[in-house]
């Protein structure tokens, strides 16, 4: 998926911001979730050097938005529970992202319907095509 996003490095560098936060939401920090952490940074080739503001950015498009979002989703599942608090944050990140708020409540119910198992790939299409035709 991050071959096909276009993310500047102060984009990468709120991704990562926001992560975190998500993390820390519910004060139950997991391994895991630091481990995926590192892992985006990794496939986002990112480096603090690159940074230009200390101004928080977000991609310009669509798809690169939706794809952070994506990987914020993935991090709050990582821990097998999905919290209120994290529920909160996903939805204060998906607007910071200028995501559909209806879309963002789609993904977070469906999130709290699969708690401790997978997603299935095609609900989460089946969310996207009810707002994005």
Same mark, same amino acid.
């Given at each position: 998926? +991050? &071959?096909? #996003?276009?993310?500047?490095? &102060?984009? $990468? %560098? ?11 939401a519910d004060q139950?920090? +997991? ?5 995926? #952490?590192?892992? #985006?940074?990794?496939? @986002?080739?990112?480096?603090?050097? !690159? ?8 991609? *310009? &498009? ?9 990987y914020l989703l993935?991090?709050? *599942?990582?821990? =097998? ?5 994290? !529920?909160n944050k996903l939805?204060?990140?998906?607007? $910071? @992202? =200028? @995501? ?10 469906? @999130? %709290?319907?699969?708690? =401790? ?5 095609? $609900?989460? #299409?089946?969310?996207?095509? %009810?707002?994005?035709?």
């Open positions: 998926m +991050h &071959d096909q #996003i276009h993310l500047s490095a &102060d984009d $990468k %560098r709120h991704l990562l911001q926001m992560m975190i936060s998500l993390i820390k139950l920090e +997991h391994p895991h979730e630091w481990q995926y #952490i590192r892992e #985006i940074s990794q496939q @986002l080739d990112y480096h603090q050097t !690159e940074t230009t503001t200390s101004e928080l950015t977000v991609p *310009k &498009d669509e798809p690169s938005r939706m794809a952070c979002f994506y993935f991090l709050s *599942k990582i821990d =097998g529970n999905v919290s209120t608090a994290e !529920e939805y204060e990140h998906a607007l $910071k @992202l =200028g @995501l559909n708020e209806l879309m963002a409540r789609d993904f977070v119910d469906l @999130l %709290r319907d699969h708690q =401790g198992r997978p997603v299935p790939p095609q $609900k989460m #299409i089946a969310v996207i095509r %009810r707002y994005m035709s």
